[in-house]
């Protein structure tokens, strides 16, 4: 591993596509303490740095301080929520493509690493992105007349919530959907695309 690091030259900037279950995680994002990471609580980009240091893909220094290798995330995700599909870029002297079957043995099986290429020099996942998706399930009596477990939802109340929730598209201050974010606060604002509800399925019991 040390030869291909020291082979590769200067280092490139990469992209990294990857998708987890946040079940037991407290999000996406390292905890920190005196800006070094710590691992007092377990966080996906947590266990994705200790894959990269015990396959030698970075330094202890890079460990503590993501930021010396450009690392960056699309998105964070709370505590619990999963991600089909998650970006991070980063820096690195080395050929990414050759690291991966090695980092995805280091970790855990609800973390996987799905591919990694070469970007531009200055592309960065979090400045770079352009829209986010995002799905929540719920169950379907939470929208009906009362919070009843059998309650079935109809095609006339699904067309109900979704004329609801197409009042959210466009651009909108969320301040009230935000701790401490002021009216004003331009970072508030969001632009929705989209927003609607799906047809129900019914979930089987194990």
């Known amino acids: 591993m040390k030869f291909l690091i020291e082979t590769m030259g200067k280092a490139k900037k990469w992209v990294v596509c990857l998708g987890y279950s946040g079940r037991g995680y407290y999000g996406m994002q390292t ?3 005196d800006n070094k990471v710590v691992d007092d609580l377990p966080t996906i980009e947590s266990e994705l740095l200790k894959a990269f240091l015990q396959t030698e893909l970075i330094n202890e220094n890079e460990y503590h301080s993501p930021s010396l290798m450009y690392f960056q995330r699309a998105a964070r995700t709370d505590k619990g929520v999963s991600a089909l599909k998650q970006i991070i870029s980063m820096n690195s ?3 990414l493509k050759l ?3 090695k980092i995805n043995e280091k970790l855990p099986n609800q973390i996987r ?3 990694a290429k070469r970007s531009t020099k200055y592309f960065d996942s979090k400045n770079f992105c352009d ?3 995002y799905s929540y399930l719920m169950p379907s009596f939470t929208i009906g007349p009362n919070l009843d477990e059998s ?3 109809s095609n006339e109340m699904i067309e109900k919530f979704n004329s609801i929730l197409k009042q959210y598209v466009g651009t909108h201050n969320f301040h009230n959907f935000t701790s401490q974010k002021k009216p004003l606060d331009p970072s508030a604002k969001r632009y929705i695309i989209s927003f609607d509800c799906s047809q129900p399925f019914l979930l089987k019991e194990k």
């Open 151 to 153: 309650y079935r939802v």
């Open 93 to 95: 002297s080395a050929d």
């Open 131 to 133: 829209c986010r998706t």
């Open 99 to 101: 690291y991966l079957p």
């Open 31 to 33: 905890q920190r303490r």
């Open 113 to 115: 690493i799905f591919g």
